[in-house]
């Protein structure tokens, strides 16, 4: 059946498995355990972003897909030699590679779609 990727969130297993979980605010109200347990595969979600990223975040067990589907918007890798800003216009995709920390700066209202492994992402005020 399909589904609104905004609202339902899929997580792959390395078994080939994919599973519909939650998405948006819901999975974030879902018990911690949950959350944990969906992070444990690799986790496909999409965003919608009006404004700035209110935080960095830093996914320590794998690199990060981070595909811009619309919109303009900054990438803001806090690398070993300094920030370096990726410009995502349009249609463009990066590769964050584990354990960088990032953060988003919005031009204009995008979307955004995020494949990573979720468990242990950390997070610090932007």
Excluded: N
């Excluded at 009006?50 to 811009?68: I, K, N, Q, R, S």
């Amino acid at each position: 059946m399909p589904f609104d990727p905004l609202s339902t969130y899929v997580q792959l297993q390395s078994s080939g498995v994919a599973t519909a979980v939650p998405g948006g605010d819901a999975f974030w109200l879902l018990p911690p355990q949950e959350v944990e347990a969906a992070g444990s595969g690799w986790l496909i979600s999409e965003y919608e972003f009006a404004a700035d990223w209110p935080t960095w975040e830093m996914h320590p067990d794998g690199d990060e897909f981070v595909y811009l589907l619309s919109g303009c918007a900054d990438l803001l890798l806090d690398e070993p030699g300094g920030v370096r800003t990726l410009q995502l216009r349009g249609s463009a995709a990066v590769i964050v590679p584990r354990g960088i920390w990032h953060t988003a700066k919005i031009h204009e209202p995008s979307r955004m779609l995020h494949v990573t492994l979720g468990a242990g992402t950390q997070t610090r005020p932007a």
